[in-house]
Structure formats: structure tokens, C-alpha cells
């Protein structure tokens, strides 16, 4: 079954305004990392925060981690063109017999932003 | 500091070809990841390597495919007898060795290898 789970699956908005994405998962979970994949190129890593964390900054991006809800979100402040991307959230397992290097993806949340 | 190369980063085979991916990890990082992306779909784990070892081949199919991570050299993600449904962007990752137990590091993606299947 799918263990991360992005929505929405499609975001656009203008300019300067704020992106918030939503992921949820299943299972316990190690650590939940957020990635970005521009159209037809690798991803890059954005940040990733411990099963322990419940807010984390990295320049103009917060996450947030409830895993009571099992949920995080990814807010993106003062959009620019350039942030136009897929976004994903990957999570690692912590049951036991679980393997915390085996990272599980969502289908993504499509953010465009106009100009 | 270069990140994860890999290379090529689109082959074209005809079925029944074989595709070789490689991958060479970022320099201080003993874990490769290789994953496999479908159109509009996210990353599926294939399989976990550390130098000369598999610990993780689950998400491999069991049939024509094979990944090495070799003591000297790139890693390689081999297909043998290609085939169209093999069609995938194929993306490798490393990470450094984990310390303590429970926690892992981020893996730090390549730009991937996009394989077309004729």
C-alpha cells in the first residue's frame, strides 16, 4: 500500500503567494524527507526531519511533522517561478523488521507558479 | 564536491538488448539506492548496496535484473532482455554510512538515467 501520500496532486498559484503540501502516511516512520524534481530531471533533496521533530525551517520552506495525524506539510513562502516543480515526500519505515534506508514515495504534488 | 553521477542519462534499447546504468556514489558515501520512477507515478525502492554487499534486493524483480557495487568502480544497474514495461527513468542514490541505529541519513539523489525500450 501506498505509505506516503501527497496532496494536493496539483497547486497552482501566483507569485509571491505561500504553497502548502500535505503528505500522509501509514506506518511508524524514522525520519520524513521532502524532495523536489523539476520536469524530466533528478530530484534534489530539500529537508528531512526526525520522527522526534515537529517543525523545521530551511529558508523559505517549513515543515511540519504530526505523527499522531501520521501527516506532514511543506510550505513553501513567497513563491518564485523557479519553485515550479513536483514535490514529494518520502518516509522510512520503523516497525520492526522495518528497514529505515528504504525509502517510500508519494505520487507528488505538481506546483506551478505564475509569473 | 560532485554529487551522484550517473551515466548515460538516456539510452535508447531495442527488446532483448541488455541496459547498463551506472552510478557512481558522492565522494565519502558507502550506501547506493537505486530506484525506479514510472511516468506520472513516485520513486519505487529497487535495492540497497554497500561496497561488494546486497543487503536490500526486495524491490528488484527477480528475473533479468541485477545491481554490483563493485570494490573499485560504479555501481551498475544491469537489464538484461529488455523489454517495453522496463521503460523508466532509473534513479540512484547514496547516503554516508549510518551512525547509531534508528536513524538514517538523507540520500542524495542523481540525475537519473532515462530508459526508452523500442
Known amino acids: 500500500s501506498q505509505q506516503g501520500e501527497e496532496d494536493p496532486q496539483a497547486l497552482s498559484i501566483q507569485e509571491g503567494e505561500n504553497a502548502t503540501m500535505n503528505c500522509s502516511y501509514k506506518?511508524?516512520?524514522?525520519?520524513l524527507q521532502w524532495y523536489r524534481q523539476n520536469s524530466g530531471r533528478g530530484l534534489v533533496h530539500l529537508i528531512l526531519?526526525?520522527?522526534?521533530?515537529r517543525e523545521k525551517h530551511s529558508g523559505r520552506l517549513r515543515v511540519t511533522l504530526d505523527t499522531s495525524k501520521k501527516s506532514s506539510s511543506l510550505l513553501i513562502t513567497a513563491s518564485r517561478a523557479a519553485d515550479t516543480a513536483s514535490y514529494f515526500c518520502?518516509?522510512?519505515?520503523?516497525?520492526?523488521?522495518?528497514?529505515?534506508?528504504?525509502?517510500?514515495f508519494g505520487k507528488g504534488t505538481l506546483l506551478t507558479v505564475n509569473p | 564536491n560532485a554529487g551522484v553521477m550517473q551515466n548515460p542519462r538516456h539510452l535508447v534499447r531495442r527488446r532483448g538488448q541488455e541496459a547498463r546504468l551506472r552510478c557512481s556514489p558522492m565522494k565519502g558515501h558507502s550506501h547506493v539506492y537505486w530506484y525506479r520512477q514510472l511516468p506520472e507515478e513516485g520513486l519505487k525502492f529497487m535495492v540497497y548496496?554497500?561496497?561488494?554487499?546486497?543487503?536490500?534486493e526486495s524491490g528488484m524483480p527477480k528475473e533479468r535484473f541485477s545491481a554490483e557495487f563493485p570494490k573499485e568502480g560504479p555501481s551498475i544497474l544491469r537489464i538484461q532482455q529488455v523489454v517495453r514495461g522496463d521503460s523508466a527513468a532509473y534513479f540512484c542514490?547514496?547516503?554516508?554510512?549510518?551512525?547509531?541505529?534508528?536513524?538514517?541519513?538523507?540520500?542524495?539523489f542523481g540525475p537519473g538515467t532515462r530508459l526508452t525500450v523500442l
Open positions: 506506518t511508524s516512520i524514522n525520519n
Open positions: 518520502a518516509t522510512d519505515a520503523s516497525y520492526s523488521g522495518g528497514s529505515n534506508y528504504k525509502l517510500t
Open positions: 548496496l554497500q561496497k561488494e554487499n546486497i543487503i536490500d
Open positions: 542514490a547514496s547516503s554516508p554510512p549510518m551512525g547509531g541505529t534508528g536513524y538514517s541519513y538523507e540520500q542524495f
Open positions: 526531519i526526525r520522527s522526534n521533530e
